[in-house]
């Protein structure tokens, strides 16, 4: 990570970016397809049972039309599915292939390895004050007066 941002929003983003760039090479020498950004968000934010569509944009924080194409970039690998929502006959509910479930699952285990490996290089004291921080209940966003 190369630390030139200056302010934590882009730190974390650099964090995010370091995490994002070791899974993805990681998880492609190991044989699995290639995925972007936006789709392994979409994996990491839907619920056992599917998500819509809507609800998928709504917590990425993106377009529908966005969270639409890697859907079906993940439809078209095999890893999602659209089925019919019980709950509407109008909606559709995105969800993982026995192929997704396994994919995911390895990503989750090669996250873990992951975060060993940023415990070794940091130590121990530090990685946890890091998940302390990040896991700490900060409130709703602050509406402040701009200087």
């Known amino acids: 990570m190369s630390h030139r941002a200056a302010n934590l929003p882009q730190l974390l983003s650099e964090a995010r ?14 044989g699995e397809q290639p995925v972007t950004t ?7 934010l839907l619920d056992t049972e599917g998500t819509t569509v809507s609800e998928l944009a709504r917590r990425i924080g993106v377009t529908r039309q966005t969270v639409h194409q890697a859907v079906h970039g993940l439809i078209g690998m095999g890893l999602l599915e659209q089925v019919p929502d019980p709950g509407s006959a109008r909606r559709r509910l995105i969800r993982t292939t026995a192929e997704g479930q396994r994919v995911h699952e390895r990503a ?5 390895v992951i975060e060993s490996v940023l415990t070794e290089r940091i130590g121990p004291a530090p ?8 896991t700490s209940d900060w409130g709703e966003p602050p ?5």
């Open 143 to 147: 509406l402040v007066a701009a200087p």
């Open 127 to 134: 990685a946890r004050a890091l998940r302390d921080a990040l």
């Open 38 to 44: 936006a789709q392994a968000s979409v994996f990491a």
């Open 17 to 30: 970016r370091w995490f994002e760039d070791a899974l993805f090479a990681s998880m492609e020498a190991a």
């Open 108 to 112: 989750q285990a090669t996250i873990k």
